[in-house]
């Protein structure tokens, strides 16, 4: 018995395969990968500030799987307040609801702070709203440049309350910022004159806007605030 071949099987067997090895071609093993993990895709969300504690400071929340996130790098000269990038009471912008608000002292006109939003993934049909959008002579003069392209805006044409005369006017461009038509006057925080909504139809990951002082420099603090965002996708 040949001890050196497996049991039930001849060396006339062995070599036979051999032969039969040898006079094929040799094909390289087949890799099988395995199946890609889906890319993450945008669930339409709304990002409501009152889902946040009064007073806590936002940097990035996760809204149906979608992250937002937020920076803000103040501008030489300006300092930026304690309470700048946190969550504030209602009323604002004549609506009963939270908001997010950015607040600075400006040692000269024209500098302030750049803020950018980040989505982890592009979403469309963006909509927020600025808010409280005014000035007072001698103090302070609410400016906001758009620096992202690609957005469209609206101006509320029902004014709360019906006086006094003023209400946001501008492109959102360096040339033509948002500023408010009312040179001195500090609207209350349930009117709505000093609103503005943003639009991007998308799709988007990033925007970027910037809150400055304008011509009317006094030295006093300022500040805006943001409503609700929310996107579809």
């Known amino acids: 018995m040949d001890n050196d071949v497996p049991d039930g099987t001849t060396r006339r067997q062995l070599l036979g395969r051999g032969a039969a090895l040898a006079g094929a071609a040799w094909v390289a093993p087949q890799i099988v990968s395995a199946p890609a993990a889906a890319a993450q895709t945008c669930v339409p969300g709304v990002l409501s500030w009152d889902d946040f504690a009064v007073g806590s400071t936002f940097t990035n929340a996760t809204v149906n799987g979608v992250n ?3 920076t803000t790098v103040p501008l030489p000269g300006t300092t930026v307040l304690p309470v700048n990038n946190t969550i ?12 997010l608000q950015w607040q600075q002292v400006p040692n000269a006109s024209g500098v302030g702070q750049d803020i950018t939003f980040t989505f982890d ?11 409280d959008l005014d000035d007072v002579s001698g103090a302070w003069s609410d400016d906001v440049i758009m620096l992202t ?10 004014f709360v309350p019906a006086t006094p005369a003023g209400n946001v ?59 609700d965002m929310s996107w579809d996708c």
């Open 68 to 70: 937002v996130s937020m």
């Open 169 to 227: 006017v501008g492109l959102g461009t360096f040339t033509s910022p948002f500023f408010n038509s009312n040179p001195n006057f500090n609207f209350l925080n349930t009117s709505n004159r000093g609103n503005v909504t943003i639009n991007y139809a998308g799709p988007i990951s990033t925007f970027s806007f910037r809150y400055r002082n304008g011509p009317l420099f006094g030295g006093g603090n300022q500040l805006i605030y943001m409503l």
């Open 88 to 99: 504030r009471v209602p009323p604002n912008g004549s609506f009963n609801s939270q908001a």
């Open 149 to 158: 392209p690609g957005y469209t805006f609206s101006i509320p044409t029902v």
């Open 121 to 131: 993934v592009p979403v469309s049909n963006l909509s927020f709203t600025l808010a």
